[in-house]
């Protein structure tokens, strides 16, 4: 594979089925009731203003606080590395702007995968994610989405779609690394993670609900987050230096990208979470720790 990144910490795969909520404890040393890693929100009344006409609604799970992780599909894919370009945006101010070029690098991912039946055997099941262009034939979702998968392909945003291959998953980080065709679609613009601060604002973008391309605006809300969640077989996973968002996350945006006002990535969505105690909380892996298993997921499949 071309312009292979130097290797990155050793990958390894993680467990967590498409479209399920899955129980999460609270963070280590927290004083917060245990939360759910959350597929979903119930909306509550208030509506803050979006660009591209659409609506961000504080939303909360009421009863027992848990915490749910956005759990969305599962493929597989090969492809090639990342490169950092240069913003698409042109300098343009205008959000909406912004967003329209971003959302070109944005696919849905589509996986079916299986998982041990209820009485012996297996069953197959669907989920859908979400994914983002980071170098030519390459696409990054979450390891979660396609865990188990047996086929995986993606939507781009004109509608067609390509088979994709899983060339590797790092549950430690929830990242996997798909090849993909991607023709001549443009690579999302690679920002740094770690120039963000407090209350900067953010975008995330993706296929939550089977809606269609959909973008949420909020800010950063927390930096440097550390929660554990469930990998779907009785065990959990510990992610760290995860960015907090407002931005609404929803079943489908996992893997889809946060971007900043300038339209470059700093963050793949993974989690939203939601309780009686929380809302608008939602969980991102920072691009500045993501980039360098990214490189090593893409350059251990050449």
């Known amino acids: 594979m071309d312009d292979v990144f130097p290797p990155a ?23 917060a009731e245990p939360v759910a890693r959350s597929s979903g929100h119930r909306p509550r009344g208030r509506v803050l203003p979006m660009l ?29 590395p990342i490169a950092s370009v240069a913003s698409t945006t042109g300098g343009k101010t205008d ?13 849905a991912v589509k996986v079916t995968a299986t998982r041990p039946g209820p009485f012996g055997g297996v069953m197959q099941i669907e989920g859908q994610g979400s994914g983002v262009i980071v170098g030519s034939d390459l696409v990054v979702t979450n390891a979660h989405v396609v865990d188990g998968a047996t086929k ?15 060339l590797g998953t790092d549950a430690t980080h929830d990242i996997a690394a798909l090849s993909v065709s991607t023709g001549n679609r443009p690579v999302m613009a ?17 296929y939550p609900l089977g809606l269609g391309a959909t973008a949420t605006a909020g800010i950063v809300s927390g930096l440097n987050r550390t929660i ?45 979470a939601s309780a009686s105690s ?25």
């Open 152 to 166: 995986v392909s993606v939507t781009f945003g004109d509608g067609t779609e390509a088979n994709a291959t899983v």
């Open 52 to 80: 591209l006409a659409l609506a961000l609604t504080a939303s909360v799970v009421e009863g027992a606080v848990l915490v749910k992780v956005v759990a969305e599909d599962r493929a597989g894919s090969e492809v090639a």
């Open 278 to 302: 929380a809302e608008n909380i939602g969980f991102a892996i920072a691009i500045d720790g993501a980039l360098p298993i990214i490189q090593h997921l893409a350059g251990s499949a050449t």
């Open 9 to 31: 910490p050793d990958a390894r795969s993680q467990d967590e089925e498409a479209g399920s909520e899955i129980p999460i404890p609270a963070a280590p040393g927290s004083d």
């Open 228 to 272: 554990d969640v469930s990998n779907g077989t009785g065990g959990s996973e510990h992610l760290e230096g995860l960015l907090q968002t407002d931005a609404a996350i929803n079943p489908g945006n996992s893997g889809g990208p946060l971007i900043d006002a300038a339209g470059q990535l700093v963050g793949i969505n993974t989690a939203g």
């Open 95 to 107: 959000l909406s702007s912004v967003i329209a070029d971003a959302m070109r690098s944005v696919v």
């Open 190 to 206: 690679i920002g740094s993670s770690g120039d963000l601060a407090l209350g900067q604002q953010v975008v995330a973008l993706g």
